[in-house]
């Protein structure tokens, strides 16, 4: 069933993605379904009384070929049932299981809110960042939710282990091996995209450290379980996040074998979807704050990457690139906008001679530049972040979204404004990311980190049952 695009560049984007694989159909869900309007226990004063309670409005979780790159019958029929059962009603079906059955069948619910989620709850809810997390903490917690962590320690991992491989890479790069250039893989979208439909030559350029969320699930499923004394199947892991992309990411294959075949992450709810549960109860809210992976510490205040918008890879991994490779000191990191104000340059220059050039990409129309000059052997680029959404993380489709389904450019202003408010944290100056090396990975550079802070790329070959489609 294929998706009518409602503007202009949903339209190119229909054509494009025609052209890129004639005879497919696309296999998401149109914006109708018939589940709809199926009912859902939770604990809410209606349902208590008997009465039918507002949450049966929530919807099911869709993808549409708005919300993402991954729409090139990158979606099994399974996944589709998969992604599908994301959403509120799984939720809640666990937290009334907590509540009805023998204490031996209960899970331990635990909830990771990302980053660029919290902006959202502050906007909606004319709050601080830091006093967001604490209202949406409190809620979460009156639902029964047993811990809620933030994903910036999972980042912190992230941009890390980034950051080496970028040296890594240039030291190794030469014309007749190339490592270079290195193009993130934080976001699900666009390495979703890079996998099923690009392929080679650009998978090899993917960045192999993990995504936040990936490196989530493994520190809740396998260092916090450890530390609670609980097998990773028995914690239901929930995050929330800012685009539906993340549903899909939560279904990759990919997980350490410490987990026991248990997912890092079992449901992602984007930050609307919490929303409009938080909307529709009546529940009595404390305030409460974020818990840590570490026993009784609580995150006192929130801090964030140096990113407009974004976890911030770029600033960081030049930064330390420069220090690496060149001995030189970066302060601020001064952005260049070129074609549009989503495709920006960084370039550290010395005795006119350019040392590094970096660039972030954001949105289909520049990924599509940056996929056709390297395709062609003409990209000037060491280093490039590129997400799927325009405007970077803050504008993912589960938050930033007006009525009319297109962004709502006013919310995203105010998000910009507090996620700019936001303290910056280096990745490298947190001592409890250097504690997990430590405790958890056995060092920085042992054959553990390998194991859970990185990956391995598939080609795009799709099981059978998703290639003979038709548009």
Known sequence: MCIFANSRSQIKKLFFYMFLCLFKECSKKTKTDDQENASVDVPSLALENGEKGEFHKLADAKIFLSDCLACDSCVTAEEGLQ???QNAKDFFRVLN?????????HKVLVVSVCPQSLPYFAAKFRLSVTDASRRLCGFLKSLGVHYVFDTTIAADFSV???QKEFVRRFRQHSEEEPALPMLTSACPGWVRYAERVLGHPVT????????PQQIMGSLVKDYFARRQNLSPDKIFHVIVAPCYDRKLEALREDVPTALHGSRGADCVLTSGEVVQIMEQSDLAVKD????TLFGGLKEEEVRRHDGASSDGYLAHVFRHAAKQLFDEDVGEVTYRTLRNKDFQEVTLEKNGEVLLRFAAAYGF?????VVLKLKKGRFPYHFVEVLACAGGCLNGRGQAQAEDGRADK???RQMEGKYADVPVRPPETSAHVQELYREWLDGADSPRVREALHTVYQGP?????SRDIKW
């Open 410 to 412: 006013a919310l995203l």
């Open 461 to 465: 070959g799709l099981p059978a049952a």
């Open 204 to 211: 090899p350029h993917l960045c192999t450290a993990k995504s």
């Open 365 to 369: 129309r520049n990924i599509q530049n």
């Open 83 to 85: 992604v599908s059962q």
């Open 97 to 105: 299981l907590n509540k009805k059955c023998d204490t031996s069948q």
């Open 288 to 291: 409460a704050a974020v818990d």
């Open 160 to 162: 890390l282990e980034s």
